[in-house]
């Protein structure tokens, strides 16, 4: 689990910066999922760029809430959904805390993966039936839309 610059198409990472917490959650739908934490020392915060196995990674708070999840798709990121805190687009759309907004990834001109932070939306329907059970059973109280 890492950073582009050491993501491997072959499979693994040159260095891996983080590191698994717990068992791997799953849903009945065969969506899994991994809690994942940084390596202390290392600089980066949030989830990693890649995965190496995992469809969906967990990012937690100091006290153990699951408070995002990265999607991913062979490995690069597709979508951030984030519901920790309120968030406002760049054209005034506003989320409230609670309530997941969805900022998706984009391949820039030279390769590298970049949220778009400032375009978020509201879970689509097809993303509420795949990831709506994993969400709530990390997280019962978040909701998928207001």
């Known amino acids: 689990m890492g950073l582009q610059r050491d993501y491997n198409v072959e499979g693994g990472f ?3 910066l983080y590191y698994q917490i717990g ?3 799953s849903t009945s739908n065969g969506v899994v999922a991994k ?3 940084k ?3 290392t600089p980066f915060d949030g989830l990693p760029t890649y995965s190496k196995t995992s469809e969906v990674y967990l990012k937690v708070d100091k006290n153990g809430n699951v408070i995002q999840a990265r999607i991913y798709n062979n490995r690069k990121p597709v979508c951030d959904f984030d519901w920790d805190h309120p968030h406002q687009n760049s054209n005034g ?3 409230e805390k609670g309530v997941v907004h969805v900022q998706e990834f ?3 001109s030279k390769g590298f993966w970049e949220r778009q932070s400032k375009k978020a939306r509201y879970m689509s ?3 509420m039936k795949r990831y709506g059970e994993l969400l709530k059973k990390v997280n019962p109280n978040v909701k998928l839309r207001p």
């Open 14 to 16: 040159l260095r891996c």
């Open 23 to 25: 068992d791997s959650i």
């Open 35 to 37: 809690v994942v934490a």
């Open 39 to 41: 390596v202390n020392g």
């Open 93 to 95: 759309d506003k989320f």
């Open 106 to 108: 984009k391949q820039n």
């Open 125 to 127: 329907n097809d993303e």
